[in-house]
């Protein structure tokens, strides 16, 4: 093996393969540009060594660099993580000559596999499954509208370069084709600099599911079963999970041979991804190939119990594969949630600031179910504008599948970040959402469940009551404690039993709290009169922390608790409330308290996320109509374009092209 290997990523992938290496005694060497000096991943590898400035064209990306990194300290092999070089065969190849080993395939499977079109021949070829389409370069929009009525409507125009989700269009008819051929063709063009389209069937409500092969230099593939990875925002995955709830072991071994005997056709020799859909009656069609270690990979390692990183680095030092098909098992069930810095309810736009607080929940393995955390950032770190915005990924197994989705939805409740917009409460709903539980999904899920976006949903039944009686306990423990350091008891504790009015945003509860310290007994009433059972609560919670941990009811349970002024903001399962307790005649009094009005916004063109002002489409006076393009502002590697949202007249621009906002940032404003 090996004794020095360099990564040529950053963030939580790079710490990832830096902590097998560790394992199997490897030295490592990170890269890293100006914007990651202080990165975990720095700190986790033995060495490391600055590439470059932030942008990724001049650091990650640039392959002099980092094989002169890799020369300069003797690092005999290179793994790319994924994103960046790593299914970049020109990379492969520059290794190759250098004398490094890439840990990775050969240069040709990548080729091979990076085009759409030509992998969809091969696949033909090796009798693998395709969307049926047209397996050519379509030269215009005439020839694309013949093709697609061929075909059969609806269907999808796809770039045949490059991935991400980017460039592809569906279309219901003529007219659709003839659009969509243009914008796909464009797009493609400025996003890869490759303008070639294909058409193929849109296959309806389909899931995506994917089969893991692996690969070593002796002509030896096998499989380790499916992710099921349908759960997708903008044909981009949120959350995986393997195996997949709507697979038999009849279609799991159909794809599962298909997807090897592409491999084969490629001579395939590492870690690897062949990509399928699958419609309602389990006929699956192949996407594409990834040919890189995926983002998803450890739902895999949790249901197998292999170390991909591991395999990978030992085929790529010439080993053979120590395991056959037949000694692939797979058991219990896990899932993957993709932790993003984006702002779920601003339509997943990025986000980014300080690390002001990290606290991920308890990681390990109890009673049989695991809970693992794949980081790359840690408090005090910093999420910049120009990296993936994906900064961490939390997996779960267990033996069932409702257990793993239990033990995620209590992770992700007791996962406290703060500093920027982060999908975990987004995450947290979804794990409680009956379609998904049922394993009733497809890649419009997310569309079909949340149709006018993410809104938090506010809270009610059972949710309601957690949060009422958590605020009732703090703020009891809060009066006690305000009690002892005024010295009014003379240092003693009091016992008391008192009502108190919960408010939860516009909702008001009332309350009983006995006891002392934790455990206490809250009893929420719903009237004067009816009395709810008591609750017991038990926890250890102190002041400062941001997680409530505890049982309720005998329920274990976990808020977070964040202060605002004369009250706690808490979050439980995706549910946001401020929350404030009062006496009976506080409430009274507040009644009486002015209302201060927001200001109003409504003639302001607000800049929806930090970002980069790329462009401005209109000038002062100009009078533009609802839905036409007012600026580009650039975020995170997405451009995105802000329109108008009703028809009025421009009166005054802030900004110009080049200027650097921040989040609210007032871009124009309309007369
Ligand atoms: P996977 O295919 O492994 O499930 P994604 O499709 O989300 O995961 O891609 C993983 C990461 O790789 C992305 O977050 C992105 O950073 C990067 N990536 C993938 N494809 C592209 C591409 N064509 N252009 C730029 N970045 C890409
Ligand atoms: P990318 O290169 O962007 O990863 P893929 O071909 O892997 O492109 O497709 C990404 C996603 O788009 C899939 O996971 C699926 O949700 C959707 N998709 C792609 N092709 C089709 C199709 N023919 N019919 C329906 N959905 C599709
Ligand atoms: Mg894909």
């Not at 990875?229 to 393997?242: D, F, G, P, T």
Request: proline share 5%.
């Amino acid at each position: 093996m090996f004794k020095k290997l360099l990564i040529a990523n950053r963030g939580e992938i790079a710490c990832r393969i830096i902590r097998t290496a560790k394992r199997l005694g490897i030295k490592t060497v990170a890269v890293y540009s100006e914007a990651d000096r202080d990165a975990l991943h720095v700190d986790m590898a033995d060495e490391a060594v600055l590439i470059g400035p932030a942008a990724a064209a001049q650091s990650y990306l640039d392959m002099d660099k980092i094989i002169a990194a890799a020369k300069e300290t003797g690092a005999e092999a290179i793994h790319p993580g994924y994103g960046f070089l790593s299914e970049n065969a020109a990379f492969a190849k520059a290794l190759e000559k250098a004398g490094i080993v890439f840990v990775g395939p050969n240069p040709r499977a990548i080729e091979a596999m990076g085009d759409k079109i030509e992998s969809k021949k091969l696949a033909a070829k090796a009798k693998v499954s395709t969307v049926p389409g047209h397996l050519g370069v379509i030269e215009d929009a005439a020839a694309a509208v013949k093709i697609a009525d061929d075909i059969g409507y609806p269907v999808m125009i796809k770039r045949s370069a490059g991935g991400g989700g980017k460039g592809m269009r569906i279309a219901y008819s003529k007219k659709d084709v003839a659009e969509g051929f243009a914008s796909s063709q464009s797009e493609a063009k400025s996003s890869f600099g490759d303008d070639r389209v294909f058409i193929e069937k849109f296959i309806e409500e389909p899931r995506h599911i994917e089969i893991q092969v692996l690969g070593d230099k002796h002509g030896n593939v096998i499989h380790l079963a499916e992710r099921e990875c349908s759960i997708q925002r903008r044909n981009q995955k949120v959350i995986e999970e393997a195996p997949s709830p709507f697979l038999d072991a009849k279609t799991r071994e159909a794809m599962g041979a298909e997807a090897v005997a592409l491999a084969k056709a490629v001579d395939y020799d590492t870690a690897g991804t062949v990509e399928f859909i699958v419609d309602k009656d389990r006929n699956f069609y192949f996407l594409e190939m990834t040919t890189r270690l995926q983002v998803e990979h450890p739902v895999t390692e949790l249901v197998t119990g292999l170390d991909l990183v591991e395999q990978m680095l030992r085929v790529a030092d010439g080993e053979k594969l120590s395991i056959k098909q037949k000694d692939v098992k797979l058991t219990g069930s896990a899932i993957e949630s993709r932790i993003y810095a984006e702002d779920p309810v601003r339509n997943f736009m990025p986000s980014t600031g300080r690390l002001v607080r990290f606290q991920p929940p308890e990681l390990g393995i109890e009673d049989g179910v695991t809970t693992r955390l794949d980081t790359g950032v840690e408090e005090g770190g910093e999420i910049s504008v120009y990296y993936d915005p994906m900064i961490a990924k939390l997996i779960t197994h267990a033996p069932k599948r409702a257990e793993a989705i239990e033990q995620m939805g209590r992770a992700l409740d007791a996962f406290a970040i703060d500093g920027f917009r982060h999908n975990i409460p987004f995450l947290a709903v979804l794990m409680r959402n009956e379609r998904w539980r049922k394993g009733d999904i497809s890649t419009k899920f997310i569309e079909e469940e949340f149709p006018d976006g993410f809104h938090p949903p506010v809270p009610r039944g059972r949710v309601r009551d957690v949060l009422a009686a958590v605020a009732a306990s703090i703020d009891y423990l809060s009066n006690n404690r305000r009690r002892m350091i005024t010295q009014q008891m003379h240092g003693e504790p009091v016992r008391f039993s008192d009502i108190r009015v919960v408010e939860l945003g516009a909702d008001h509860v009332r309350v009983r709290v006995a006891g002392r310290d934790y455990p206490m007994t809250v009893t929420l009433g719903r009237g004067r009169d009816r009395r709810a059972p008591a609750d017991r609560l038990t926890s250890s919670w102190w002041f400062g922390e941001p997680v409530w941990r505890g049982t309720i009811g005998g329920e274990e349970v976990a808020v977070q608790v964040r202060s605002i002024v004369n009250g706690v903001h808490l979050t439980y399962q995706g549910v946001e409330a401020p929350v404030r307790v009062f006496t009976d005649r506080e409430v009274e009094l507040l009644a009486l308290m002015p209302i201060k009005e927001k200001p109003d916004t409504s003639k302001l063109l607000l800049c929806p996320m930090p970002g980069l002002v790329m462009s401005l489409a209109v000038e002062e006076g100009q009078e533009v109509a609802a839905g036409e393009t007012l600026c580009v502002v650039e975020a995170m590697k997405m451009e995105n374009v802000l329109k108008a949202e009703r028809d009025g007249t421009v009166s005054k621009i802030l900004v110009k092209p080049g200027d650097s906002l921040n989040v609210d940032a007032v871009i124009l404003e309309f007369e």
